[in-house]
């Protein structure tokens, strides 16, 4: 079975930084992936890491440690827009391999 | 633009009347999901496809059955509705390769009284 955990709220400033952190203890791993969610709307893919290290794609960077069963999001230069959860999500290589858990999501609130 | 479809967006529905909740996607996927989220809860998996005639059950027990007749076509049926039904229901489908995340659908946000 899978097991993520990542906080419930957070609440940053606009302009600011902000890391979402995300751990994750599974009987396998075979990728860590991160979504938005705006509320009423589908989730929408924002990053993939399977190896340990940093992937950065514009202001949003993931982090993996797999060692550590540890993940980060890293959001530079909020912007209102980007007041939404934030859904960690783990593959589960068994069966096919591509079937996702997901956290409960961090629902994080950009402030002025 | 490929894309991945769900109709019908909002559905209020009365108690025990069938209702079937439809999602296509035109990308080619062979592996589509459907997930339930009440509001401001986490996704749960409830029925899976790796393919045409392959259906499985998810983590969370559903009531509801699924069909994978044709690769672009994952239908969820509910032979009878009820309130404990209400919830949002989202389609994804995904490609083999490993770095593909997946692409879900608009969402069904289904009500039932």
């Known amino acids: 079975g899978q097991n993520i955990d990542q906080p419930t709220e957070m609440t940053a400033t606009e302009g600011a930084i902000v890391q979402i952190n995300c751990t994750y203890q599974t009987s396998g791993f075979n990728g860590l992936f991160w979504y938005q969610q705006h509320a009423g709307e589908a989730p929408t893919f924002l990053s993939y890491?399977?190896?340990?290290g940093l992937e950065e794609k514009g202001r949003f960077s993931s982090f993996l440690s797999r060692s550590k069963g540890y993940s980060y999001l890293l959001l530079k230069e909020l912007q209102m827009k980007d007041s939404a959860s934030y859904l960690c999500a783990v593959r589960d290589p068994t069966g096919g391999g591509n079937k996702l858990t997901f956290g409960t999501g961090t629902q994080l609130k950009v402030e002025l | 633009e490929a894309d991945i479809y769900q109709t019908p967006r909002y559905l209020v529905i009365g108690t025990g009347k069938k209702i079937t909740l439809e999602c296509s996607q035109t990308?080619?996927?062979?592996?589509m999901y459907w997930y339930q989220q009440d509001p401001g809860m986490e996704l749960h998996l409830i029925h899976y496809s790796y393919g045409v005639n392959s259906t499985e059950k998810g983590d969370l027990s559903s009531e509801s059955t699924v069909s994978r007749i044709r690769t672009e076509h994952f239908p969820l049926t509910l032979e009878s509705a009820r309130p404990s039904h209400t919830s949002q229901y989202l389609c994804?489908?995904?490609?083999?390769?490993?770095?593909?995340?997946?692409?879900f659908g608009s969402g069904t946000r289904l009500t039932v009284v």
């Open positions: 990308m080619g996927h062979d592996k």
């Open positions: 994804a489908s995904s490609a083999d390769s490993h770095n593909y995340g997946y692409t």
């Open positions: 890491n399977v190896l340990d």
